[in-house]
């Protein structure tokens, strides 16, 4: 079974300052792993994904992730944080693991607020 | 990428009653999903949209509750039948392009409130 763990219900970064939301996962295969945004009132935005490769992943809107094999995180982080980015956060993770499975399992999502 | 709408965006049912909710896709895709964000919660997996043929769908979601259709690959419906205050929920169709490689578009979302 997969899993997707945010440890943290909401963050809160000053404008300007650099933002990380934590995630860590676990699969028995390879994971394939994504980041969405959901802003109020809106469906979910497509942030970046990583599948293979680099491990830093490069995004929309100035965020990134890194893949951590050994610590099985894929944290998100932006260097510089804009007011306009306080949304709701969610990791999610798909198991390659060859059984044709498109599920993606969801974080419970982190509230990132940034104080101007 | 794919341009998705819902309709409605939201409605307020009875108990006991049902509601369709439809997945509008620009163009053609491979894969369509649906899912459930219940309030303050993250999203559940309730069924893949499969075209042609009965909808897969995961465990503790049942056929008899969601009926799914899906005549062609740029459509699709999601019924919520025999509506419970617990049903209240956003739904979200979403769907996966044969070059999006795993990657899932989401519509809007339908947000539901059963009385």
């Known amino acids: 079974a997969q899993s997707v763990a945010q440890p943290e219900d909401q963050v809160n970064v000053a404008e300007g300052n650099p933002l990380t939301v934590k995630c860590t996962y676990s699969?028995?295969?390879?994971?394939?792993l994504f980041w969405y945004v959901q802003y109020p009132n809106r469906g979910l935005q497509f942030l970046l994904k990583y599948i293979t490769g680099d491990n830093l992943v490069k995004g929309s809107y100035g965020f990134e992730a890194e893949f951590n094999k050994s610590q099985t995180s894929f944290h998100l982080k932006k260097p510089s944080a804009l007011v306009s980015d306080s949304a709701l956060y969610f990791c999610?993770?798909?198991?390659?693991?060859?059984?044709?499975?498109?599920?993606?399992?969801f974080g419970k999502g982190t509230k990132l607020s940034v104080i101007p | 990428s794919a341009v998705i709408s819902q309709k409605p965006s939201r409605d307020i049912c009875q108990r006991g009653t049902s509601l369709t909710i439809q997945c509008q896709v620009d163009s053609q895709v491979t894969m369509m999903f649906w899912y459930r964000q219940q309030p303050g919660q993250s999203l559940t997996l309730i069924a893949t949209a499969n075209q042609g043929s009965e909808a897969t769908y995961e465990s503790g979601f049942v056929i008899d509750k969601f009926p799914i259709s899906r005549p062609n690959l740029t459509f699709s419906t999601l019924t919520v039948s025999n509506m419970s205050p617990e049903d209240s929920s956003i739904y979200l169709c979403?769907?996966?392009?044969?070059?999006?490689?795993?990657?899932?578009?989401f519509g809007p979302g339908t947000r539901l409130t059963v009385l």
């Open positions: 979403s769907v996966e392009t044969a070059g999006s490689y795993n990657e899932q578009f």
């Open positions: 699969v028995s295969g390879n994971p394939y």
């Open positions: 999610a993770v798909r198991d390659d693991s060859g059984a044709g499975s498109y599920q993606l399992t």
